[in-house]
Every structure is written in C-alpha cells, then in structure tokens.
C-alpha cells in the first residue's frame, strides 16, 4: 500500500501563501487520485482538493476554489497544495491519501475521505489573523 508524506505546513499571516507537499512511498496506481483534506481541532475531517494521477483532472471545495492549486510531479511521485490568500479558517492538520477515482464525463467527484487510503501524519498549517 502507498503510504504518503507530508510536508510544508507551518505558520502564517492572513492574505499569505504555502505550499504543502505529499511524497509517495511506491506506485500509485493509473485510476487513482490523490487527495489533500484538512482537520480542525473538534471537527471532521474534509476534503479540500484532488487530482488525478493521469490526465490533471481536479477537484477542489468551494471555500478554497480560486485560492488553492494543487498538481501531481510523476518524476518526483509528489503531490503539491499551494495554497494563496489563506483565512484563519484554513488552519488545521493538512492530510494526503489516495484512492479510486471516479467521474462524472470529465468531471471529477469526490466522494469523501471513506474512499481514501494511505494516510500520512499531517502537517500543521496555522493562519494568524
């Protein structure tokens, strides 16, 4: 099983940037995408972006769409967030992990964090306001 890295978090001011990284230990398989999700203290975990591993396709929630970007890098077999104009309400333990992907035409769904595997520790994003 993949297992992934986080990596990047760290503390900033309201209105700035970071960018977060996943590494991933051995093949992701071709039908999968990967998914960055974040945990606040006392609340579930939600997903916040997903790519594909072949193709780009994306997903993002609607309170990051516009601010955050996220790409797959096959030579590095790393996953990135970079994250613009964060809020207080972005800070939380920024996690990745893979599943299997599904579609809608071209239109990539998510289906919740139960889909996903091969969680990594997290990195801690905190946004000071």
């Known amino acids: 099983e993949v297992q992934f890295v986080e990596s990047g978090g760290g503390l900033v001011r309201a209105g700035g940037s970071l960018r977060l990284s996943c590494a991933a230990s051995g093949r992701i398989f071709d039908d999968f995408i990967i998914g960055w999700f974040r945990q606040a203290p006392g609340k579930e975990r939600e997903g916040v972006s997903c790519v594909s591993k072949i193709g780009g396709y994306t997903w993002y929630d609607d309170s990051v769409k516009g601010r955050f970007t996220t790409s797959y890098d096959h030579a590095k077999n790393t996953v990135y967030l970079q994250m613009n104009d964060l809020k207080p309400e972005d800070a939380g333990v920024y996690y990745c992990?893979?599943?299997?992907?599904?579609?809608?035409?071209?239109?990539?769904?998510?289906?919740?964090?139960?889909?996903?595997?091969?969680w990594g520790q997290g990195t801690q994003v905190t946004v000071s306001s």
């Open positions: 992990a893979n599943g299997p992907s599904e579609y809608q035409g071209h239109t990539l769904l998510y289906r919740g964090p139960r889909f996903f595997r091969g």
